[in-house]
């Protein structure tokens, strides 16, 4: 259970930092879409986003599409019973592969960036079948 919660930890963690790394390109450049955010700083609305913010959002969404499903299979591992050495390796890789994800995906870098998804959608299944089994015994 320690080990479950802190990955959520730090998947929060990671999660906030892009909220916080698209604020910074934000404020760094005085550049918002949102009328009333501009309207704050005595800016007219940009039209686009800026490229920075732009990824950090597509980050944001990937994760939105995979992490929530490791919350999910994580906590059913823990309910479950389901502990030991292949569910906290499954459970620390994926956080990790999700934070390279990210730190790729923010610098443009593939296949890293592919490599890095694959070994969390890997350590999902994995999950998966950890939960599976379980349920099946």
């Not at 009328?35 to 990824?55: I, M, N, T, Y």
């Not at 939105?64 to 620390?92: K, Q, S």
């Not at 995906?105 to 890095?116: E, F, I, K």
């Not at 999902?124 to 599976?132: D, N, T």
């Amino acid at each position: 259970m320690k080990v479950y919660a802190l990955c959520v930890l730090v998947l929060f963690i990671k999660m906030l930092a892009i909220s916080c790394y698209q604020g910074y390109f934000r404020l760094r450049h005085l550049a918002f879409t949102n009328s009333e955010d501009a309207g704050f700083f005595k800016r007219a609305a940009s039209v686009q986003e800026l490229p920075q913010v732009s990824r950090g959002a597509r980050a944001w969404a990937n994760d939105l599409e995979n992490i929530p499903l490791f919350f999910v299979l994580g906590g059913l591992c823990v309910a479950l019973g389901v502990t030991g050495a292949a569910t906290t390796w499954l459970f620390c890789t994926f956080t990790v592969a999700r934070v390279m994800h990210t730190l790729m995906y923010l610098s443009g870098r593939q296949p890293w960036r592919t490599v890095a998804y694959g070994a969390g959608v890997a350590c999902l299944c994995g999950l998966a079948g950890v939960v599976g089994f379980s349920v099946m015994l």
